[in-house]
């Protein structure tokens, strides 16, 4: 579904990656694992259109190849195929969970009041109904996680990209959190590259991409 060839990326004279060729599958869950500094954030930041590649590399979705659009086509395309969750849930303080939510899909086009639906909709499906209203320092860190999550998914994005996504949480937010993203993989057929050090989210995913001094060292995939 999501293919990276020869991804290279300097920050002056540091070459933080050396030839990356990735490919993520659809429905599943890969993990990106390795120790700080082998280049697992700024492979994500490429695959999400974040931030380019050197010339030369490629990243495509399906048939689409992102790498050769201009930065209007691909703010649209980030938009309504990818969705992004962080280490720090990055909901803006003045609005509600809901109107953070739905927020992506009115950048998007869609009308408010439909927005606000979708967004509703997939509150109530992660257990933050009755949280709607409130606003992100009302709330806990792995409700505000949750919340993340369906602000992610309100476009119904091809791919969700997580970088270290339980890392603030504690150990009672991770697992939940940790079993929302396979809940989601089984229910709706969601795709997930998951950068993390979280050895239990990892070592359940789908596909385990170990990453090494700006390169990939080795692949695992569930049978």
Do not use: W
Request: with cysteine; glycine share 8%; charged share 25%.
């Amino acid at each position: 579904m999501l293919q990276a060839r020869n991804i290279h990326k300097r920050f002056g004279d540091l070459e933080v990656l050396k030839g990356i060729d990735i490919c993520i599958p659809q429905g599943k869950v890969t993990a990106i694992v390795g120790p700080s500094g082998a280049g697992k954030t700024t492979l994500l930041q490429i695959l999400g259109t974040l931030s380019a590649p050197e010339a030369g590399g490629s990243v495509t979705y399906d048939s689409v190849e992102v790498t050769a659009m201009n930065d209007r086509r691909l703010s649209r395309f980030r938009n309504r195929n990818i969705g992004f969750v962080f280490q720090f849930h990055q909901l803006l303080p003045e609005f509600t969970l809901l109107e953070n939510v739905a927020l992506p899909a009115m950048i998007a086009g869609t009308a408010r009041k439909e927005a606000e639906n979708k967004a509703a909709d997939l509150l109530e499906r992660l257990g933050l109904a009755d949280r709607s209203g409130h606003r992100p320092d009302q709330l806990s860190g792995g409700e505000c996680q949750r919340a993340a999550v369906a602000r992610a998914l309100v476009n119904n994005p091809r791919i969700i990209l997580a970088d270290e996504p339980t890392g603030s949480l504690d150990s009672t937010n991770r697992q939940a959190l940790h079993s929302l993203f396979y809940e989601l993989r089984d229910r709706l057929g969601a795709t997930f590259a998951i950068v993390t050090h979280d050895e239990q989210l990892a070592a359940d995913a789908d596909l385990i991409v170990r990453m090494a001094d700006g390169k990939i060292v080795g692949t695992t995939a569930k049978a």
